[in-house]
C-alpha cells in the first residue's frame, strides 16, 4: 500500500499505450465501463485519405532482423530536418503533405506509424511495432515524445521517416514489454519511426464532449500516467494523471444532463487522484499527497487507500497527532490489503512522540509558572532588605545629628566659662 498502486489502478498486465484507440478501448478500460464505451469517433475516429482498419502486428509473427526500408531518392532530395539542432531527432519528408497545415498543441491528431530498432554497429533494423490510426492529443505526453515532438512540424498527409535517438523514445532502460533492450557498454542503438499524420482537428470544450468521449480519453490518460509510474518518469506521470482528471472532474466541468452513469465518474475520478497522491509521496510532496488524499476522502471517507497516504503524509510532515485518527479507522477495517503491522508501528510511534511532546510542554510550563513565582518572591525579598537599609541609614543619620549638636554645645559653653 505504502510503495505501489493497487491492482484496479494499475492493471497486471500493460497494454502499450502507442497502441491504437480501438485496442485500448477493447483492453484497458475497466468492466464496467467495456458495455458503456462504443463510439469514440466524433473525436478519436477522424477522415483519411483511405479506409481505416486498426490493425497491430504481433511481435511474434515479426521476424527478427528487417532490412530497412529503401525508398527512391527521387522522392527526396533534401536532408533531413535537425528538428531540435542537435542531430538526436532528424526528419525526413518522404511524402510532402497539404502546406500550412501543421497541428497544434491541444489538438487531437490521428497518426499511424511503424517503429523500427536500428543497431548502431551492424546497422541492421528490427521492427518493433506497427501501429495504424492512433489518435492522441498533441504536445501532452499522450505519445512517444519523437513522434509527438515531430508531429507538429508536419503537414496534414504529410509521410516522413523519423530518425531519433532513444532518449526521445523508450530511454537507456528500453520497454521490456515491447521487447527493447536497455543501452548498454556492449548494446546501442537508435530508432527509426516510418511515420504519417493523417489528420487533426481542434478539441471542443471538455463539458460538450460525450460521456463515452470523457471516460475513455480520462482511462487512456490515466493509463499512460500508469506506464510512466512504472518507468520512474513521476514528473510526466503526474502531467498524465493531471490531464485525466479534467475529463472526469464533474465539479469543474459538470455532466450537461443527468446520467447513471455518473458514478463511473466518481470511481475514476477517486482511482485518479489515488495515483496522484501515491507519486506525490513517493516524491515527498507531502502537502500535495494531503490536498489529493483530500478529495479522495470527500467522496468515499473510509478509502484504505487514501487513509493509509494521508496518514503516511502527516506522519513525515511530523504531524502525530492528526495520524492517529487516520491509523485507527485503518485497524478498524476489515480490509485484507491493510498492512495492520505496519499501521500499529506507526501507531505506536505516533502515540510515544504525542506523549513526550505533552510531557515536554507541562515541563515547560511548569518551569514557566515557576519561574513567574521565583522572581515575585525575590522582588518580595529585594523590597524588604531595601526598606531595611534605608530605615538604617535614617537611624544613623539622626544619631550624627544629636552627636554633632551635643558636641557643638559642650563647646560653646566651654568657651563662655573660659571668657566670662
Known amino acids: 500500500t505504502q510503495h505501489e498502486l493497487d491492482d484496479d489502478e494499475i492493471p497486471s498486465v500493460e497494454i502499450p499505450i502507442d497502441q491504437s484507440s480501438t485496442v485500448i478501448e477493447n483492453n484497458n478500460i475497466s468492466n464496467e465501463l467495456k458495455s458503456n464505451i462504443i463510439d469514440t469517433r466524433p473525436l478519436t475516429k477522424l477522415e483519411t485519405p483511405y479506409e481505416q482498419n486498426p490493425t497491430k502486428e504481433s511481435l511474434n509473427s515479426l521476424p527478427d532482423v528487417v532490412p530497412e526500408k529503401k525508398h527512391d531518392d527521387s522522392v527526396s532530395q533534401t536532408e533531413p530536418d535537425d528538428i531540435l539542432g542537435n542531430k538526436s531527432l532528424l526528419k525526413e519528408i518522404i511524402t510532402p503533405g497539404t502546406p500550412n497545415t501543421r497541428p497544434i498543441r491541444n ?32 504536445n501532452d505526453s499522450d505519445i512517444l515524445p519523437a513522434i509527438d515532438i515531430s508531429i507538429q512540424l508536419m503537414d496534414r498527409g504529410e509521410h516522413a521517416f523519423i530518425y531519433s535517438d532513444i532518449r526521445h523514445c523508450y530511454g537507456e532502460m528500453g520497454c521490456e514489454e515491447k521487447q527493447i533492450p536497455s543501452v548498454s557498454s556492449n548494446n546501442s ?10 489528420d487533426w482537428k481542434h478539441v471542443p470544450d471538455i463539458q460538450t464532449l460525450s460521456i463515452d468521449e470523457r471516460l475513455f480519453w480520462s482511462d487512456k490518460k490515466r493509463q499512460r500516467g500508469n506506464f510512466l509510474y512504472r518507468r520512474k518518469d513521476s514528473s ?3 502531467q498524465c494523471y493531471r490531464s485525466s482528471l479534467k475529463f472526469v472532474d464533474t465539479d469543474e466541468y459538470p455532466l450537461l444532463e443527468e446520467d447513471e452513469r455518473l458514478s463511473l465518474f466518481i470511481d475514476r475520478y477517486i482511482q485518479v487522484q489515488n495515483n496522484l497522491a501515491q507519486v506525490h509521496l513517493l516524491n515527498n510532496q507531502y502537502e500535495q499527497c494531503l490536498d489529493a488524499v483530500n478529495q479522495v476522502l470527500k467522496y468515499d471517507s473510509k478509502n484504505i487507500k487514501a487513509l493509509f497516504r494521508q496518514a503516511k503524509a502527516l506522519f513525515e510532515l511530523g504531524n502525530y497527532d492528526q495520524t492517529i485518527p487516520s491509523l485507527k479507522l485503518l485497524l478498524q477495517s476489515q480490509n485484507k490489503d491493510v498492512e495492520k503491522d505496519k499501521v500499529n508501528e506507526m501507531l505506536n510511534i505516533c502515540e510515544i512522540k504525542v506523549a513526550k511532546y505533552k510531557k515536554n510542554e507541562k515541563e515547560i510550563y511548569k518551569r514557566m509558572f515557576s519561574s513567574s513565582t521565583s522572581t515575585k518572591i525575590d ?3 529585594q523590597t524588604k532588605t531595601i526598606q531595611k ?3 538604617k541609614t535614617n537611624n544613623a543619620w539622626w544619631t550624627y545629628i544629636a552627636m554633632g549638636s551635643a558636641v557643638l554645645a559642650a563647646v560653646g559653653l566651654a568657651a563662655i566659662i573660659k571668657y566670662r
Do not use: C, G, P
Open 107 to 138: 489538438t487531437v491528431a490521428t497518426v499511424s506509424y511503424k517503429l523500427f530498432l536500428i543497431d548502431d554497429r551492424t546497422s541492421n533494423s528490427r521492427l518493433i511495432e506497427t501501429i495504424t490510426n492512433e489518435s492522441f492529443f498533441v
Open 189 to 198: 542503438y537508435r530508432m527509426k519511426i516510418d511515420l504519417e499524420l493523417h
Open 236 to 238: 510526466t506521470a503526474l
Open 379 to 381: 522582588q518580595k525579598l
Open 389 to 391: 537599609v534605608e530605615n
